[in-house]
Every structure is written in C-alpha cells, then in structure tokens.
C-alpha cells in the first residue's frame, strides 16, 4: 500500500474503521507513520479520526491495540468452534467432500484411509521440503478429486 501511495501520489484513504485497516498494532502504528510521512491522510469513519489530528497520536495506539485483541479474540473463538465440531463429528465443514473423512452411518465423521493416505503423503512431502506448488503440481497429477473427476490444473 505505501509503495501505491509513492508511485500514484494517493492523497486520502478512506476507512470504515481502525480495525479494518489493520490487524497488528505494531504493523498498523508503522504504516501509519509511513502514510502520514508521505503526506497522505487518512480518516477513520466509525472513529470519526483524521491521522492528522493531535488526539489521534494517543488514542491511536489504544484503538490499534483493542483492533489486534478483538481480532485474536474472534479468531480464537472460531478456532475453537471448528475444533468442537470435529471432535464431535458435527463440524459443517464436514458437509464438504474433502480428503481424509467421510460421515459414518451414524453421520458422525470418521477417516477414509485411502483418502487420509493421500492426505498424509501431502504432509510428508511439505514435511521433506516442497513447497506448495510443487505438491499442488504432484495431486493435480497423481489424484483424482472426490468425486471421482480428474482434477484439472
């Protein structure tokens, strides 16, 4: 974003709100710093803040870092929910068909080897180095989705 504010002189950035421009405090204080050193301004519209107004200086700080925890917090929070469901195999991610699982009769989720097989060798081949690309490269070649398509790269 800096590097567009250098290159097309950007004047204003418009904001719906402190935590939507950032997440981490300390990321979110140095882009600021870096925007307002370039001379462009930047509002807050929930906050009704400018970044040039003197009061901004020590409330910006204390909005950044209560953006960061909220964020954290949610994240947490869904971590959390998502972890629940597969425990109890009642996850909605489990309406998906993935590699690994299947809904047993019961409906709850339980492994599919031959599909978790598939499913580790990818976390071997990340393990031993590959990047994602190249594993991504290696199932587009070598698996065929779970519906039974072949998968397109």
């Known amino acids: 974003m800096i590097a567009q504010c250098r290159k097309k ?32 301004e930047v509002y807050f519209e929930q906050e009704d803040m400018w970044l ?29 929910g998502i972890k629940r469901g597969f425990e109890k195999g009642t996850s909605g991610y489990a309406e998906f068909v993935c590699f690994g699982y299947r809904r047993g009769d019961d409906g709850r989720l339980v492994i599919d080897e031959p599909d978790a097989e598939i499913v580790r060798k990818m976390f071997e081949i ?26 397109k790269n």
Request: hydrophobic letters at 40%; glycine letters at 6%; a positive charge.
């Open 126 to 151: 990340r393990a031993a180095g590959s990047s994602l690309g190249a594993i991504a490269k290696w199932r587009y070649e070598k698996i065929v989705s779970p519906t039974g398509k072949q998968l």
């Open 52 to 80: 040039n107004e003197r009061r901004i200086q020590i409330l910006l700080t204390a909005y950044c870092a209560l953006a960061q925890a909220e964020s954290e917090d949610m994240s947490r929070t869904i971590k959390w």
């Open 9 to 40: 002189k950007i004047d204003l950035i418009l904001t719906k709100s402190i935590s939507r421009f950032g997440r981490n405090t300390v990321d979110m204080l140095r882009s600021l710093r870096d925007l307002h050193g370039l001379g462009v």
